[in-house]
């Protein structure tokens, strides 16, 4: 599984392409530790990183797209959330094993390189307005 960034998960703002490169390298961790066969609690370290990160991330996010007003913005916090509740349930989950990690991490990866491609690109164009110190 290929954790490393590509030109094409770049969505053209500064802060937002340098909080999907440490989303992004999260996974990594999380993948190759799921790789080797790390121990459930270390896994669930993680995958609890990956969570707050997530959080702190699309928080961040929102945040700039509520100051320009976009009209979508509900639907985008349901992606957002629908991300954290799955994080959320792997954490919670008490038979963590190899087979589950893997799967997580191919989840996460996709699900990185699908909301990075088509959804964040939707929007990306009206955060231009936000202050100049954001970009």
């Known amino acids: 599984m290929d954790t490393r960034w590509k030109p094409e998960y770049e969505v053209g703002h500064p802060r937002i392409d340098y909080e999907h490169r440490v989303f992004l390298d999260l996974i990594g961790q999380f993948t190759a530790e799921a790789g080797r066969g790390a ?3 270390r896994l669930v370290r993680h995958c ?3 969570y707050k990160y997530a959080d702190f991330h699309f928080f961040s996010e929102e945040g700039l797209l509520e100051d320009v007003g976009y009209n979508d913005i509900e639907g985008h916090r349901r992606l957002h959330k629908d991300l954290l509740d799955r994080l959320r349930a792997f954490i919670d989950s008490f038979a963590i094993d190899t087979y589950m990690a893997s799967e ?5 990866l996709n699900w990185f390189v699908s909301h990075t491609t088509s959804e964040d690109p939707k929007h990306i164009h009206l955060l231009s307005k936000t202050s100049p110190y954001l970009r």
């Not at 997580?104 to 996460?108: H, N, T, V």
């Open 48 to 50: 609890a990183e990956l």
């Open 39 to 41: 121990e459930p609690k």
């Open 104 to 108: 997580m991490s191919g989840f996460l």
